[in-house]
């Protein structure tokens, strides 16, 4: 078996020629020396195709699988309907890919158009794109829609997801936008410190909610704030939640954004998982990636359509504001399929249980010596607590009973768990992990 080139030595040479490179250590200066393979790749023979299956479930073998989980941070356990993956897995819809043609593309474009409608309905805005690639990415996308020739600064919330300020520090790295942590206080962002640093020069604040340590912000007095200073607004949030807290619209958001995970997508040990993002029609513009617009064909009949699309970068590319352009149409769709089986009472009722079993998790914990609610604030699912002795004692103990605790935080809250539940958590189980810290305590 010959090994597959998909360019020849003398093809290389000529290509690096063109650009005015003499090889392609030069081609590739801006990569540091110390991630260059220096050494060959200790790779096994080839294997046949019965023992390459034999190989790789052995290894998949050695993956933990837990039976209770008690970890949120951005991705969630939800329970998803078996209908969900019944539709999902059609083959029409697996192997879609960007609908460009219309004329023959209208069943994923009516899809992607029932997506976006149904994250209008969640979260209050009046326009939704058609996702990005997870919520990390949406919340970096919404700082930069809001960037102005005057106004270029980003005020984000100390108590946002760690990995969420990182994504947005990255992708504003190259830009003019500049980026301010606002601090927090007790677990929430600190009002009377953002209000200092909401200044003229402000494009805007960003606030998740519930945010990072699971606790309820002021999203109100937040949204007066950043409208006082003509900031733009935008709510990072858990679209569960929204079964039962007001929405982004209703706290006076102009932009809502979250991690769609929790929509029906398994937590599959990482993704893939899409990011949801709507906005005001005002900012309808500015919204980066795919908007699929409702029309009328030559008979008059209801069609779809890609709209919008000189904004985009595939067609005005030296004036595109953003560089996403992958198709997130499945995963869109895995959400829609899961908000429509679900419905507007399934979804209250997941909220509800997450909320209430969460609370019960939080009252059994305190009963433990040495933990105690870090935060008294209201929140939703997620809550943080001391710990009775060493973390990680306590969560190798929880993992070799198929338990997987809370995360371990660090920093500023070393020594802290954030623990999560959701509406697959039952009663036993939680009684179950509250026994087994029981006997940690007791080593």
Known sequence: MGTYVPNSIKEQREMLQEIGADNMEELFHAVPDEVYLKNPLKLPK?????????????????????????????????????IVKQVTSKEEFVTAYTPYQAEISQGILQSIFEYQTMICELTGMEVSNAS?????????????????RSRKVAVISETVNPETIETIKTYCSNTEMEVIIAPGKDGKTDLEELSNLLDDKAACVLLQQPNYFGQLEDGDAIGELAS?????????????????????????????????????????????????????????????????????????????????QAREQH??????SSNI?????????????????????????????????????????????GYQMVYQGEYFNEFVTSVGGNIENVLSRLEQRGILGGYPLKDKNEG?????????NTKKEIDSLVEILKEVESI
């Open 46 to 82: 080839g294997l046949s195709e019965m023992d390459v299956r034999r190989r790789i479930t052995e290894i998949a073998g050695k993956n933990s699988v837990y039976h209770s989980i008690f970890r949120g941070c951005g991705a969630y356990n939800h329970y998803i309907p078996a």
């Open 132 to 148: 990005v690639y997870d919520g990390a990415t949406a919340a970096a996308e919404a700082v930069i829609m809001c960037k102005e």
């Open 228 to 308: 006082k200073r003509g900031a733009k607004y935008i709510m990072n949030c858990n679209p569960i939640s929204l079964g039962i807290l007001k929405t982004p619209a209703e706290y006076g958001a102009d932009i809502a954004v979250g991690e769609g995970q929790p929509l029906g997508l398994p937590l599959s040990f990482g993704g893939p998982y899409l990011g949801f993002m709507a906005t005001t029609e005002k900012m309808m513009r500015k919204l980066p990636g795919r908007i699929v617009g409702e029309t009328k064909d030559s008979k008059g009949e209801r069609a779809f359509v890609l709209t919008l």
């Open 315 to 320: 067609i005005r590319r030296e004036k595109a």
């Open 325 to 369: 352009c992958s198709n997130q149409a499945l995963c869109a769709m895995t959400a829609a399929v899961y908000l429509s089986a679900m419905g507007k009472r399934g979804l209250q009722q997941a909220a509800e249980l997450s909320m209430s079993k969460a609370h019960y998790l939080a009252s059994r914990l305190c009963e433990l010596d």
């Open 416 to 424: 802290q768990i954030l623990w999560c539940a959701t509406e697959v």
